[in-house]
């Protein structure tokens, strides 16, 4: 289910930019009511024994309030669409506007039902990039319960803030979430530019708390909701050489919170890692 019309909601030119600059959907007040007082669907794959669909249980079981929910497939959600009491949270794939390549994205998606043809004309509440379309879901399923957070979030903070959209929401964050001085940045090192992977290097860049870890560490830090911890999310083409793009998402680990959010042309001078460049704006900005 590609989902074009999204495309427009959660635009990031092919320039680097500012977080500020990047638009996340936000649903009006009456579908934040709609939504609140709806039963949620969380669509799982068709695929019965995907660890996405392991992970996503796990997530909503541990971490979802909002709503009453209920676990569907994605064969059940045409019938399931049609309702206005129904809502869902689901992979739905976009492409950036005015990438050439239209090279597809996998995002977390959150919907209501109602009388529409398909997801494309259907409301997005919220959205956030999870992987390249195809990728591994070792790469990414242990950050699906900070993907929880982050909309459960976001949605409570819509909900408070009628006059946040989506020009505004973006920048919202940045002035929330606050400085990283006080918080301690987890990372693999493998996801960061080969330069600055010593950790002297990375500190010359980055003068406040980090800690090179593992996906495993990262995925209990997360489930324990730690208090003071980042973590980075990134989205990178790994093995398939014909995507061009990496995007880079810096996110408290605590209640989701973003820090940081960019995307970056891959080239033979900037790889698909965190960049040394992302680190000074990170310690400018504090």
Known sequence: MKKTSLILLICITLNTLSLA???IPVGTQSQLNKFLNSKTYIVLKNDRMSDYNF???EAIEKHWTLTEYEFVYESDFNNLKKDPNNSFIMINQVYFEKDKTQT?????IVTIGGKYRNVDEMPSLCAIPLCYKGALESDYDYKLPLMVKFIQNHISTCKENPSLNEDNIAEYYMNKSGSLKKKTF???KEEVEPLIRTKNSFATSYPYNFDYTTSENIKSIINNNTKDAVILHLICPKLNNTLSYCIKIIIDTENGLIFYWDKHKIDKKNGDYLLQSDL???????
Do not use: S, V
């Open 186 to 188: 987890y990372l693999l």
């Open 55 to 57: 992970a996503m249980k």
């Open 21 to 23: 600059q990047i638009k």
């Open 104 to 108: 597809l994205f996998d995002f977390i």
């Open 280 to 286: 000074k704006k990170l310690a400018k900005k504090q």
